[in-house]
């Protein structure tokens, strides 16, 4: 669910004080989420108490990951590129959130585009790299092209993309997004948000990154070049 979350930086607490009337309009309320509070504490930002419970449609449910995208598109041209301080930290260039303590992914089974499912189970053994996405994201269309480059250079090392499409209105969109863009890594189906809503999905695309182990390692909001130097420096570490 989403948070309601309020920068401790004066300019960007002003930009969400203006926006925030629409976000809560649109999202139905705010549910705190206290097994993220951590996670975005360290993020830079504090989750209000107030709130009340969103109603758990779909529509709202896109309602609120829409205003999330532009959010953090918005912040992300406003800041600018990660500060150069953070080159020899490749997780805090890539701004991942790290969790402070070893937990393990949920578990999960989904169908699979082509045929037949998949559950993180089976994947253990392997680095993961859980995407939850929609044909409808403009940020998720951004940046598969980097995914498919990352899944083909490492996949034969131990290292798997599991694409997860929130889209419910059919599969035959999602198989012409993937065929268009020529994806090659695995597609899971979630059009009844049971996943997205185990992993406290809030915004698309999100990504998680998960352990040999199954443990989880860290998470993105908002889309990221996972093709570039400190996405590669990421994934061989979690490979060696």
């Known amino acids: 669910m989403l948070e309601h979350v309020r920068s401790r930086v004066p300019w960007r607490a002003r930009l969400q004080d203006f926006i925030q009337p629409a976000w809560t309009w649109a999202a139905g309320g705010c549910h705190p989420n206290r097994e993220t509070e951590a996670a975005v504490e360290r993020a830079g930002f504090r989750i209000e108490p107030e709130g009340r419970r ?3 449609t779909h529509r709202r449910f896109a309602a609120r990951i829409a205003l999330a995208v532009l959010i ?4 992300s041209v406003i800041t600018g590129p990660a500060s150069p301080a953070l080159a020899s930290d490749p997780f805090g260039a890539l701004d991942l959130i790290r969790p402070s303590h070893v937990t393990a992914a949920p578990a999960f089974t989904v169908p699979r585009l082509d045929s037949g499912s998949v559950t993180l189970t089976e994947l253990r053994g392997r680095v993961v790299f859980l995407n939850f996405w929609a044909t409808w994201c403009p ?12 899944y083909r250079r490492h996949n034969e090392r131990g290292f798997t993309i599991l694409a997860i499409s929130i ?5 035959d969109r999602v198989a012409a997004f993937v065929k268009k863009l020529g994806l090659t890594f695995p597609i899971g189906l979630d059009p009844k948000l049971e996943v997205a809503n185990r992993y406290t999905v809030r915004a698309l695309p999100s990504s998680f990154l998960i352990d040999r182990q199954g443990n989880m390692v860290a998470f993105a909001l908002g889309p990221r070049d996972w093709d570039g ?5 990421v994934i061989e570490m979690l490979l060696r």
């Open 229 to 233: 130097t400190a996405a590669q420096a």
């Open 167 to 171: 889209d419910s209105d059919g599969t």
């Open 54 to 56: 969103a109603e758990g």
């Open 139 to 150: 940020p998720c269309k951004e940046e598969m092209p980097s995914m498919e480059r990352l």
């Open 72 to 75: 953090a598109v918005g912040l």
